[in-house]
């Protein structure tokens, strides 16, 4: 945890970890394997603190009452215990969610589930709070998924010629290696494949929370809206268009009895 202002959720024994899917992303990928995810998720914690310490010390880092930053915490509160469903390992995770105050249209997920949202992508695009939860739902799922672990195993097999087939003798090198690959976390950009998974994950997140899924939709048509824009850090890696939206209409039928469901619970508490 990182001062006071940081939001703190562990698993423990929360969690739909025994609900089936309804999205069809396929399996998470092998690659992954070649860089431990403990020193990776170590490395991404050590970036964290370093990006919100300077935040902090720019008077730019949003204080725990913050009335932005309660509705993120509410938002975590109800998707993060649908991750186990996803990830085993995000059972041991320490989830915490930050704002920084900046006009930049960006959030994400860093490995191990340390979470920034920056108010520019609140106040510019006027989200909702259910396009809020698709957002971070979209950003968990490239956590959940282990994408940035996937991504740096690629890249980082192929600098010293490592192949699947060599996996046990490349593991040290990557292990080293991924120790000191945190500064790469915040740049990484994640291919078309990762950012499909991570759209229908998410969405499936936030519809198990009791988020409307059609607010996938609108979120993305906003996205559109103020892609070229200056500051919309996001768009430079999650780019918006018409085959995404296409691609979450197309999964809206999957998800909406979640979503239902979850409203139905949700009024008899």
Same mark, same amino acid.
């Given at each position: 945890?990182?001062?006071?202002?940081?939001?703190?959720?562990?698993?423990?024994?929360?969690?739909?970890?025994?609900?089936?899917?309804?999205?069809?992303?396929?399996?998470?990928?092998?690659?992954?394997?070649?860089?431990?995810?403990?020193?990776?998720?170590?490395?991404?914690?050590?970036?964290?603190?370093?990006?919100?310490?300077?935040?902090?010390?720019?008077?730019?880092?949003?204080?725990?009452?913050?009335?932005?930053?309660?509705?993120?915490?509410?938002?975590?509160?109800?998707?993060?215990?649908? +991750?186990?469903?996803?990830?085993?390992?995000?059972? +041991?995770?320490?989830?915490?969610?930050?704002?920084?105050?900046?006009?930049?249209?960006?959030?994400?997920?860093?490995?191990?589930?340390?979470?920034?949202?920056?108010?520019?992508?609140?106040?510019?695009?006027?989200?909702?709070?259910?396009?809020?939860?698709?957002?971070?739902?979209?950003?968990?799922?490239?956590?959940?998924?282990?994408?940035?672990?996937?991504?740096?195993?690629?890249?980082?097999?192929?600098?010293?010629?490592?192949?699947?087939?060599?996996?046990?003798?490349?593991?040290?090198?990557?292990?080293?290696? +991924?120790?000191?690959?945190?500064?790469?976390?915040?740049?990484?950009?994640?291919?078309?494949?990762?950012?499909?998974?991570?759209?229908?994950?998410?969405?499936?997140?936030?519809?198990?929370?009791?988020?409307?899924?059609?607010?996938?939709?609108?979120?993305?048509?906003?996205?559109?809206?103020?892609?070229? +824009?200056?500051?919309?850090?996001?768009?430079?890696?999650?780019?918006?268009?018409?085959?995404?939206?296409?691609?979450?209409?197309?999964?809206?039928?999957?998800?909406?009895?979640?979503?239902?469901?979850?409203?139905?619970?949700?009024?008899?508490?």
């Amino acid at each position: 945890m990182v001062g006071r202002r940081a939001f703190v959720l562990g698993l423990g024994g929360l969690g739909a970890g025994s609900a089936l899917a309804q999205v069809d992303v396929g399996s998470a990928s092998s690659m992954a394997r070649l860089v431990p995810a403990q020193t990776l998720e170590r490395a991404a914690a050590e970036q964290y603190a370093e990006l919100l310490a300077q935040a902090r010390r720019q008077g730019v880092l949003a204080r725990m009452q913050d009335p932005q930053l309660l509705q993120l915490h509410a938002v975590a509160r109800k998707l993060i215990p649908f +991750a186990l469903q996803w990830n085993e390992r995000s059972r +041991a995770w320490r989830w915490e969610v930050n704002l920084i105050r900046s006009r930049e249209v960006n959030a994400f997920c860093m490995p191990g589930g340390k979470i920034v949202f920056h108010a520019g992508i609140l106040d510019r695009l006027r989200l909702s709070e259910d396009e809020i939860a698709m957002v971070m739902g979209h950003e968990m799922a490239h956590a959940l998924r282990e994408h940035a672990r996937e991504r740096l195993a690629k890249t980082q097999a192929t600098n010293i010629g490592i192949n699947l087939g060599a996996q046990l003798l490349g593991l040290g090198d990557l292990g080293r290696m +991924a120790a000191h690959l945190g500064g790469q976390l915040l740049t990484l950009k994640f291919s078309r494949s990762d950012e499909r998974e991570a759209d229908l994950v998410g969405l499936e997140l936030a519809a198990r929370a009791g988020y409307d899924p059609q607010a996938a939709l609108s979120l993305w048509r906003k996205m559109g809206e103020v892609s070229g +824009a200056g500051g919309a850090g996001f768009l430079s890696t999650h780019p918006a268009g018409p085959e995404r939206i296409a691609s979450l209409q197309k999964n809206l039928p999957k998800v909406q009895p979640l979503y239902e469901q979850a409203r139905t619970r949700q009024a008899g508490q």
